[in-house]
């Protein structure tokens, strides 16, 4: 009964190789996060969707993007990855309003080599 | 510039002690607050919250105090257990654009607890 699904767990890809993460979600949440974690780092905010409404911070990277072709699902592109961009990439959702909590998915762990 | 401040990086406590987790935060805008337990392998999950109208919640064995003068809450575990050890981060929630709210979260509290 997993909730928020991130696959894959462990991904390897290439310096300067394109990379897709993906995550989905059985809880018919409105909101999806991506949020990337390094090590002894908070896990910090890139982006998220309300809806199909598209809210990037402003401190993420242009390498960084983002698709949700339905509700159930959420895409992390990174077009050119960096060795800094090593890092554990959490999704998680909400219904949305302040007080609603967000369901964090395991994570995936990016490996640049 | 760090929002929401965790400075103790590592705790260790004996099990059936009370463990205190610390955490500061700087925007006297943020009015309401989380915190999060992660264990290895797993994502975040959701322990307990408070609003800034409040200055105590409590949860079973789990209570948040919130000192808005200060800009400082604290989550106490009573008694800890040896299956509280995790790694428990504190958030803010905070306005996302668009009507939405997004959490701003400290770098985390280490806790082992020793049996």
């Known amino acids: 009964d997993a909730m928020v699904i991130q696959n894959p767990r462990y991904q390897v890809t290439q310096f300067g190789k394109p990379v897709t993460l993906s995550c989905s979600q059985t809880?018919?949440?409105?909101?999806m996060y991506w949020y990337q974690q390094k090590s002894s780092q908070a896990p910090k905010l890139l982006f998220h969707y309300y809806d199909k409404d598209f809210n990037n911070e402003a401190d993420t990277p242009d390498n960084f993007q983002s698709r949700r072709p339905n509700t159930s699902f959420c895409f992390l592109d990174i077009r050119s990855p960096g060795l800094g961009d090593a890092a554990m990439y959490l999704c998680?959702?909400?219904?949305?309003?302040?007080?609603?909590?967000?369901?964090f998915g395991p994570g995936t762990r990016l490996l640049v080599l | 510039d760090q929002q929401v401040k965790q400075n103790s990086p590592s705790l260790s406590v004996q099990e059936g002690r009370i463990s205190i987790l610390n955490c500061d935060y700087t925007n006297s805008m943020f009015d309401y607050f989380l915190w999060y337990k992660k264990y290895p392998a797993e994502g975040p999950t959701f322990l307990i919250s408070i609003s800034s109208i409040k200055d105590k919640n409590e949860d079973g064995r789990f209570t948040v105090f919130l000192n808005k003068s200060a800009k400082h809450l604290s989550l106490h575990i009573v008694p800890s257990q040896p299956g509280d050890s995790a790694v428990y981060f504190c958030?803010?929630?905070?306005?996302?654009?668009?009507?939405?709210?997004?959490?701003?979260f400290g770098t985390g509290t280490r806790l082992k607890v020793l049996a």
């Open positions: 998680a959702t909400s219904r949305g309003g302040q007080l609603e909590t967000q369901y």
């Open positions: 809880l018919n949440h409105n909101v």
């Open positions: 958030a803010a929630s905070a306005s996302g654009g668009s009507g939405t709210y997004k959490y701003i």
